[in-house]
């Protein structure tokens, strides 16, 4: 009786765990495709957009891209006068000649067949206010030092290294009486003789800037609006806090110049090239359009509210007359860093100047997270 009513008991919970399928035949309205723009306008390159067409929810819901809309009359206008009309590249991608100024009014109007004509409207903005206050470089000598464990698994290495080091101090002033809106990223682009140029984001922190920040975090912004860097989406704040005020960012950088190997106390001869490969930090700080700031902060939410049965859902901010999208504009401040070192037989991707397991010893960001000190101008 009692192995009876166990089976009985296992038969009731995976019956319990057997769940059914109903096809729902969809009955609401197939609305017609528009057409999307989307563009990131800057000082440092020619106006340039993106043009696709929407699609219905329920069609091609797993593709992760648009259409491209190829046979469109795109216009380009600056302070309410046409400047010129933007040529296809590829693939739904127009661009111009012209170089937005600071505080440009900028107007991109389309037409293609079977769409309804769109337009947007942005301002390039005056572009932020960034002094450097100190800049401090300097060369140091290591010690013999014995890694975790040696490359390639090999025993009695030591290694010693030249090392370039350096320390940032900017300050970024904030005009007062404004609605101003930033962004901050470092990256570090390493440069071969022969042309290849890797480049790669820096991590930055700053909580204490950033703790009232409501755009928040979401990866897809990085492809959409970065190129795929990281950093930029999540470091983009108001001037709420700091209106009026200055903002100090410090910033350490550190990077191996040479290594040199030892096997049992005595120098190891490695093959080495005449060539120097030089290393850069860049520290972008950008002031961003109102409709920059808008569409990061509401699509940071939406990504984040998706798939939340308990959050309603966030409508993302779009400027797009009659259509989908985003114009937007920004202008930005870069200080750059370089130095040169030199390649050996392990630096064959750009990524790691020297064995990565070197531990703290190889080449690497270290990057500080930045005071962050207001006071009035």
């Known amino acids: 009786m009692k192995r009876t009513v166990i089976a009985f008991v296992f038969l009731l919970t995976a019956l319990c765990w057997i769940s059914c399928e109903k096809d729902i035949e969809f009955k609401g309205e197939i609305t017609d495709p528009f057409l999307v723009m989307n563009g990131f306008l800057s000082s440092d390159s020619a106006v340039s957009v993106h043009l696709s067409q929407s699609r219905f929810v329920l069609n091609g819901y797993y593709s992760d891209t648009l259409a491209a809309v190829e046979n469109a009359t795109v216009s380009l206008y600056v302070?309410?006068?046409?400047?010129?009309?933007?040529?296809?590249?590829?693939?739904?991608?127009?661009?111009?000649?012209?170089?937005?100024?600071?505080?440009?009014?900028?107007?991109?109007?389309?037409?293609?067949?079977?769409?309804?004509?769109?337009?947007?409207?942005?301002?390039?903005?005056?572009?932020?206010?960034?002094?450097?206050?100190?800049?401090?470089?300097?060369?140091?000598?290591?010690?013999?030092?014995?890694?975790?464990?040696?490359?390639?698994?090999?025993?009695?290495?030591?290694?010693?290294?030249?090392?370039?080091?350096?320390?940032?101090?900017?300050?970024?002033?904030?005009?007062?009486?404004?609605?101003?809106?930033?962004?901050?990223?470092?990256?570090k682009n390493t440069c071969y003789q022969?042309?290849?140029?890797?480049?790669?984001?820096?991590?930055?922190?700053?909580?204490?800037?950033?703790?009232?920040?409501?755009?928040?975090?979401?990866?897809?912004l990085e492809e959409l609006i970065f190129d795929g860097d990281s950093g930029w989406g999540d470091n983009v704040f108001n001037d709420l806090f700091i209106d009026g005020k200055s903002l100090l960012f410090d910033f350490e950088f550190s990077g191996a110049i040479e290594m040199r190997k030892y096997k049992d106390g005595k120098p190891v001869e490695e093959e080495e090239t005449d060539e120097e490969v030089t290393e850069e930090y860049q520290v972008i700080i950008a002031e961003v359009s109102k409709d920059f700031y808008r569409y990061v902060v509401s699509a940071n939410k939406a990504d984040n509210a998706d798939g939340n049965i308990l959050v309603e859902p966030v409508q993302i901010y779009n400027n797009v007359e009659n259509g989908i999208g985003i114009l937007a504009g920004y202008r930005s401040h870069t200080v750059s860093l370089r130095y040169m070192r030199k390649p050996n037989i392990y630096d064959d991707n750009g990524q790691y100047a020297y064995p990565p397991t070197a531990s703290r010893h190889s080449t690497r960001t270290n990057t500080r997270p930045a005071k962050t000190n207001m006071r009035s101008r």
């Not at 040529?87 to 111009?96: F, L, M, N, P």
């Not at 009695?156 to 404004?178: F, H, P, V």
């Open 79 to 187: 302070n309410e006068v046409l400047k010129e009309k933007l040529a296809h590249v590829s693939q739904g991608i127009y661009r111009g000649s012209y170089l937005p100024r600071p505080l440009d009014r900028i107007r991109v109007e389309a037409e293609a067949a079977g769409f309804d004509a769109i337009l947007a409207e942005t301002l390039i903005p005056k572009g932020p206010d960034v002094t450097t206050v100190d800049s401090v470089i300097t060369i140091t000598e290591s010690e013999k030092f014995t890694p975790y464990y040696a490359y390639g698994g090999e025993e009695g290495m030591e290694y010693e290294t030249t090392s370039w080091n350096a320390k940032l101090q900017l300050k970024l002033s904030d005009r007062g009486g404004e609605e101003n809106y930033y962004f901050i990223k470092v990256k």
């Open 194 to 220: 022969d042309g290849t140029r890797y480049s790669w984001p820096v991590n930055i922190d700053y909580e204490e800037l950033l703790k009232n920040n409501p755009s928040g975090n979401a990866d897809f």
